[in-house]
């Protein structure tokens, strides 16, 4: 089983910019789809973006498109959402999860795995 740690989140600025990670473990994530959601407080957990681990293929909300950008290191299993220009609207609590179906899904029903969520908070 694959297990998933968030970090990264603090309190910053609109317009500055903000690096979360996802580190996992547990098992090889080379088959998974990890992905990136949040939630702020009262509303739905919504998509933020989604890669396919082993191709690289990414996918990126339209909220973010643009603004946020993923990266990764294979070597220590983590997957980096560096997000920039960040607005009050960004502030939510963002996840990590993962998926074995090693497709592409904005769902996050899709999802089998989720971290704890780190807290991201933009003041105007």
């Known amino acids: 089983q694959v297990q998933l740690v968030e970090s990264g989140g603090r309190l910053v600025q609109a317009g500055d910019s903000l690096r979360l990670s996802c580190t996992a473990s547990?098992?090889?994530?080379?088959?998974?789809?990890l992905g990136w959601f949040r939630q702020a407080p009262g509303k739905e957990r919504e998509f933020v973006q989604a890669?396919?681990?082993?191709?690289?293929?990414?996918y990126y909300a339209d909220s973010v498109k643009g603004r946020f950008f993923i990266s990764r290191d294979n070597a220590k299993n983590t997957l980096y959402l560096q997000m920039n220009s960040l607005k009050p609207e960004d502030t939510a609590v963002y996840y990590c999860?993962?998926?074995?179906?090693?497709?592409?899904?904005?769902?996050?029903?899709?999802?089998?795995?989720w971290g704890q969520g780190t807290q991201v908070t933009v003041s105007s």
């Open positions: 890669i396919i681990w082993i191709s690289g293929h990414t």
């Open positions: 547990g098992r090889t994530i080379s088959s998974y789809t």
């Open positions: 999860a993962a998926s074995r179906k090693g497709l592409i899904s904005i769902t996050a029903n899709e999802y089998d795995v």
